[in-house]
């Protein structure tokens, strides 16, 4: 149920994973690519994935620090007791943003085309951490070929940067669902307020929530803030916004 890709861009590869529903017989099932967070792809992301999977899609997790070439797998645990979680990860970091993920977008969607399990033109997505904006730029992208997009503990979503996701809401057609953490410098409840008022004036379908008491990554198994009811609450959200929207 698990496959190892490479799909081809026009700098280079970038290495992927595919998932597909186990013992559900051989589809087709809607799509839905799924954006990592700043710690990179890993065992726990590959664990979420298959989860998506089995609630009958055909899961798509791109390794989106492909230009920063290849790197050992993150340790979360080792990340966070370094006290330097930023630095950890900048030569990654670095290699991506908001743009060239939606740049990405349109050869994950061209590869979900190539496959014959694969059901439909419409897809969905999920993001987390830096991941959420890209679901945001991506929606707002490729308007026509995303039906819903999902965002957990996100930033930065909704600033004066001339960059700033919240700006494509007048592009995007896809039901939205933003969840933040209550305490997260990078998503407080002023730039939550501007990304809904962006979303609402653009007639976006969507909601906005905080998650009382989670922090930022609460969904995340491997992070020391790992909150379970939160994060049993992102999978309801999750399969209730893809079960409206692509099937």
Not at 85 to 102: C, D, E, K, P, Y
Not at 109 to 122: F, I, M, N, Q
Not at 172 to 190: F, L, M, Q, S, T
Request: with cysteine.
């Amino acid at each position: 149920m698990h496959e190892q890709i490479n799909i081809t861009m026009p700098e280079g590869e970038c290495p992927a994973h595919v998932f597909t529903p186990e013992g559900k017989g051989e589809g087709p099932w809607p799509a839905v690519i799924f954006y990592m967070d700043g710690l990179a792809i890993r065992q726990t992301l590959f664990d979420m994935a298959q989860r998506l999977a089995n609630g009958g899609y055909v899961v798509l997790l791109p390794d989106m620090f492909w230009r920063a070439g290849p790197y050992a797998p993150l340790d979360p645990k080792v990340v966070f007791a370094s006290g330097n979680v930023r630095g950890a990860i900048a030569h990654l970091f670095g290699s991506t943003n908001n743009a060239l993920a939606a740049q990405d977008t349109g050869a994950f969607l061209a590869y979900l085309d190539s496959r014959t399990d694969v059901a439909g033109s419409k897809v969905g997505a999920t993001g987390y951490c830096m991941g959420a904006g890209m679901v945001l730029y991506a929606a707002g992208t490729y308007p026509e070929r995303f039906a819903a997009g999902a965002g957990f503990h996100g930033g930065n979503l909704a600033t004066d940067d001339p960059a700033s996701p919240h700006l494509l809401a007048p592009k995007i057609k896809a039901r939205i669902y933003v969840g933040g953490a209550d305490n997260d410098a990078g998503y407080p409840p002023e730039m939550a307020e501007r990304l809904d008022r962006a979303l609402t004036e653009a007639g976006v379908e969507h909601t906005c929530a905080f998650y009382p008491g989670a922090l930022h990554g609460w969904t995340m198994a491997d992070f020391p803030i790992y909150d379970e009811p939160a994060a049993e609450r992102h999978w309801q959200v999750l399969f209730e916004l893809f079960g409206a929207t692509l099937r």
